[in-house]
């Protein structure tokens, strides 16, 4: 049967066989990063993680994650401390290497992917590099990154053959391997979530298969690594435009006085229909980004793409004009901006439109707004600037305008305040 929950995940993989022991290193130790590098050691093998921030790699090698995840703190300490896992801040030889560096995008109109960080994860490892040794990709990258991969670690070491020139012959593996987990559910997704393998060769495939199969339950569906990159594009892009419906449908509902949330519900009943849930944006490292890479790419043919994300990027503007109404109806009035992170329940404010808007408002309307975050002491230094937070209860006691952005459940021991007026950009208490 499969594990149900993290803790229990946890314990499979810290009980796992010590068979094979080959050295792995995964070069990034951010959120996708450092839950790998931690499943990898769990299940017994020499794991060295290596990333630029020193704080991160302090942290990581005194048994404690620098990000919070489910139970992710209590198997990195316990794997640090067996010696499984440590960090570094300059890549060390192993026999495999896993890139998840960010990939972020330029500013806006073109959105242009920047992948100068798989590019420097390439160069860092380069020196190490020796006959035998896979490599990983695990960013999500515009199609052809694997390959770009392959021909910089090829001008970096002449001395060694890759896949993009001498084929199944090559002295060096590599695959792309997209992750496909979300915050919150990080270590048990790890473990049951189907796997996409897009080696350059099937020789590549096969060797990032049997590494995965270290602690994957999933199926490894084996393919080549440009469709591998463009599925992982594909999921998110798909996910993106389900979510514009929602959010342009809120819009013109609000245009029209209708309730949205009823008009979705009574939608729903349809037996081919599942609209999903508007909110004030999309946010996260993921579904906000990647289908500008195939934008990008295919600008004249991604025309539903493009509009998804330019409905999506429009949501803010509207939450922020309702929000302006009510402010400016009552100068008196105080506003509570109720969440800031990109999703509920996680400690991820990466592209959070949420942020976006209460950072917006405490600018326009300066001592009237404070915000409210059961996150928030994790919110970085510099995003926190300028921000009034308070306790939950404290924000709702004193506003006379909620702004509801965030659906945490810690919001839910409190009733709906029908004593102030409310803007429920999610559904919250619909």
Known sequence: MPPTDDKQILIDANESGSGSRAAVSVIGLGYIGLPTAAMFAASGKRVVGVDTSRRAVD???????????????????????????????????????????????????????????????????????KPGDLIILESTSPVGTTGML???????????????????????????????????????????NDRIIGGMTPRCARAATELYAAFVRGQCLVSDARTAEMVKLTENAFRDVNIAFANELSMV?????????????????????????????VGGHCIAVDPWFIVASAPERARLMRTAREVNDAKPEFVLDRARRHLDDDAAAILACLGLAYKPDVDDFRESPSLAIARQLTAEYPGRVICSDP????????????????????????????????????????????????????????
């Open 150 to 192: 392959s021909r910089l670690l090829a001008a970096e070491r002449g001395d060694l053959s890759f896949p993009h020139d001498a084929g199944e012959e090559a002295d060096i593996r590599i695959a792309y391997c997209p992750e496909r987990i979300i915050p919150g559910r990080m270590l048990k997704e790890l473990v049951e």
């Open 59 to 129: 942290s990581i090698n005194a048994g404690k994650p620098h990000i919070e995840e489910g139970d992710l703190d209590a198997l990195v300490e316990r794997c640090v401390a067996s010696g499984h896992l440590r960090a570094v801040t300059t890549p060390v030889p192993a026999d495999a290497f896993i890139i998840a560096v960010p990939t972020p995008t330029g500013p806006a109109p073109d959105h242009a992917p920047d992948i100068s960080y798989v590019e420097s994860a390439g160069r860092s490892i380069a020196p190490v590099l």
């Open 253 to 281: 509902c609000e245009d029209m006085s209708i309730d949205v949330w009823e008009v979705i519900r009574l939608a729903n009943h349809h037996p081919r229909v599942s609209i999903l849930r508007p909110g004030p944006g």
């Open 375 to 430: 996150y928030a002491h994790t919110l970085p230094q510099e995003l926190a600037i300028g921000l009034d937070l308070q306790s939950h209860a404290d924000a709702l006691s004193a506003a006379g305008i909620v702004l509801m952005l965030v659906g945490h459940t810690a919001f839910r021991v409190h009733a709906f305040p029908s004593d102030k007026r409310v803007i429920d950009s999610v559904g919250f208490w619909a």
